[in-house]
C-alpha cells in the first residue's frame, strides 16, 4: 500500500478491501487525513461477485461534528437505504439488521417499544452493575494488551446487560 502520507487525498477507497487489511496505524493515517484534507468524502462501493450488486455507494463523514449533526437532522440524512458489504462478518451482518441502522418512522416504532427499559431512572439502577461488568470485560483482556475493541467489548457489554434485563439465563448469552 502505498505511504498515506504520498496518497491524494481523492484516491482514498474506504471501500477498499486492502485498507481494512492494513495495520490499524495505516488505516487511523488515513482517516487523519480524511479528516484533515476532506472531512465529506463520496465513497463509490466495490464490484462483488454475484450475487451482491454494486451499490449507489455512500458518503463518508469523519469528523465527530459531522455525524452528530447527520445524526439529528434525519430529513436530509439517513442510515435506512444501506450500502453493500461482501463478506462480511456475522456479526456485522446481525449489526446492520439491528435498528441502530434504520431512519424513522421504522427507528422510531422500534424506539417507542425500548425506551421505557431506557429511562434515567432504569438506567441509573442497572449503571452500578454494568460498570461491574464493564470492568470485568475489561479484566479479563487487559493482559493481552490490545484486541478487537468491539468484538471483546463493545458486543459482549449491552447484551450482556439487554439479556439480565429480559431475564435470559447466563448459560443461554
Avoid at 11 to 20: A, N
Avoid at 129 to 143: F, L, N, S, W
Amino acid at each position: 500500500m502505498t505511504m498515506v502520507s504520498d496518497l491524494p487525498v481523492d484516491e482514498i477507497k474506504l471501500s477498499d478491501q486492502e485498507l481494512w487489511k492494513a495495520p490499524i496505524a495505516v488505516r487511523e493515517a488515513v482517516f487523519a487525513k480524511l479528516r484533515a484534507e476532506k472531512p465529506i468524502s463520496f465513497q463509490e462501493e466495490p464490484e462483488y461477485e454475484a450475487p451482491i450488486p454494486k451499490g449507489p455507494g455512500y458518503w463518508a463523514l469523519t469528523r465527530h461534528k459531522d455525524i452528530w449533526a447527520a445524526s439529528r437532522n434525519p430529513e436530509l440524512f439517513c442510515s435506512g437505504q444501506g450500502s453493500n458489504i461482501g463478506d462480511m462478518p456475522l456479526e456485522i451482518a446481525e449489526f446492520f439488521g439491528s435498528m441502530i441502522a434504520l431512519d424513522a418512522p421504522k427507528h422510531t416504532r422500534l424506539r417507542m417499544i425500548v425506551q421505557k427499559a431506557f429511562t434515567p431512572k432504569v438506567v441509573a439502577a442497572i449503571e452500578e452493575d454494568g460498570r461491574r461488568k464493564a470492568k470485568a470485560i475489561v479484566d479479563e483482556h487487559a493482559a493481552r494488551g490490545e484486541g478487537d475493541f468491539v468484538q471483546l467489548f463493545a458486543a459482549p457489554l449491552p447484551l450482556q446487560i439487554i439479556c439480565e434485563m429480559m431475564g435470559i439465563p447466563r448459560d443461554q448469552w
